[in-house]
């Protein structure tokens, strides 16, 4: 069983900058597919990025495309998730997700499909 740990949260001023790091343990497995999603209070859970597959193909939520960047380091079993010019409206938990590769866009954004997750890191953006 694949268990996900999440660092590198915390508060930020809006405009900064942070990193995320998911770090996978047990009996992984690739190629599949891992994901960042993140929850706002009072908010669904909604897809933030994802790397999937032996080349490591991408996957960005329009809201992020542009200021964030997913990578992984296959040798650490880690997964990255680099913030960059970040919004109040960023504040939430953010989650990391392993699950398989899918075959739609669609499918890489729903979080019914992922299987494994990690506990959350917050981030907090002040204005």
């Known amino acids: 069983q694949v268990q996900l740990v999440e660092s590198g949260g915390g508060l930020v001023q809006a405009g900064g900058s942070l990193r995320l790091s998911c770090t996978a343990s047990?009996?992984?497995?690739?190629?599949?597919?891992m994901a960042w999603f993140r929850q706002a209070p009072g908010k669904e859970r909604e897809f933030v990025a994802a790397i999937s597959g032996t080349v490591g193909n991408l996957h960005y939520a329009d809201s992020v495309k542009g200021r964030f960047t997913i990578s992984r380091d296959n040798a650490k079993n880690t997964v990255y998730l680099f913030l960059n010019t970040l919004k109040p409206e960023d504040t939430a938990v953010y989650y990391c997700?392993?699950?398989?590769?899918?075959?739609?866009?669609?499918?890489?954004?729903?979080?019914?499909?992922?299987?494994?997750w990690g506990q959350g890191t917050q981030v907090t953006v002040s204005s």
């Open positions: 047990g009996r992984t497995s690739s190629p599949g597919t």
């Open positions: 997700a392993a699950g398989r590769l899918f075959a739609s866009q669609r499918a890489y954004r729903t979080s019914a499909n992922y299987n494994t």
